[in-house]
């Protein structure tokens, strides 16, 4: 159990739809990255957020949206979803930025 | 462009026997790389980590080595057991452009490893 809980585990949506996906870093850890693993691809960086602030982008779509509460808590929003959405989605968190990732179970998005 | 490839998506090899999984990049600024190790259904681990200024990197049955001058490096396991059945991601850390800025971790697509008993 690496400590980062990703909720909800399935997703399965229509195309058009907007989703919500929810990560808990490991206690004590600042920094929450999102990355998308698609079918036969290696994990793409998304967004990362230390401390509540955006602090470095990757290949994030401008439908996909991200934020980190005071709680350190995370939520990636997906909206106008395509069925090339469909992925599974991985929240990391670290104690700092340059810490090894701690990575949760993912949640497997299907768009319809 | 793929900065950091695993030209092999699955290797096989008999329980007690060396398991080697190779990775390749191409970007000279990468400053430290990783071997995160996933299973079905949950998500990756980190396995063992390399610094660019060091060739090789051992931890119990799983040692590192980089070569820096041919962009490689490569994760031996000895001797692999079923347990190690999983699929292994290469990653690679490229350091923030600016002070205050962030790093950035790229990863491969990942290699299948099947230790059969």
């Known amino acids: 159990d690496s400590g980062v809980t990703q909720t909800p585990k399935h997703l399965i949506t229509a195309t058009g739809q907007r989703v919500t996906l929810r990560c808990s870093p490991r206690?004590?850890?600042?920094?929450v990255y999102w990355y998308q693993q698609s079918l036969d691809q290696g994990l793409q960086f998304l967004i990362q957020y230390y401390n509540g602030e955006e602090r470095a982008k990757g290949n994030i779509l401008e439908r996909f949206s991200a934020q980190q509460f005071p709680d350190l808590h995370s939520e990636l929003n997906l909206s106008s979803l395509e069925l090339g959405d469909s992925a599974l989605y991985f929240c990391?968190?670290?104690?700092?930025?340059?810490?090894?990732?701690?990575f949760g179970n993912g949640t497997r998005l299907t768009v319809t | 462009d793929q900065q950091v490839k695993q030209n092999s998506p699955s290797l096989s090899v008999q329980e007690g026997r060396i398991s080697i999984l190779n990775c390749d990049y191409t970007n000279s600024m990468f400053d430290y790389f990783l071997w995160y190790k996933k299973y079905p259904a949950e998500g990756p681990t980190f396995l063992i980590s390399i610094s660019s200024i060091k060739d090789k990197n051992e931890d119990g049955r799983f040692t590192v080595f980089l070569n820096k001058s041919a962009k490689h490096l490569s994760l031996h396991i000895v001797p692999s057991q079923p347990g190690d059945s999983a699929v292994y991601f290469c990653a690679a850390r490229l350091q923030a452009i600016r002070q205050g800025g962030s790093e950035k971790l790229v990863f491969g697509k990942g290699t299948k490893l099947t230790v059969n008993p």
């Open positions: 206690s004590g850890d600042l920094s």
């Open positions: 990391a968190s670290s104690v700092r930025p340059n810490s090894p990732l701690h």
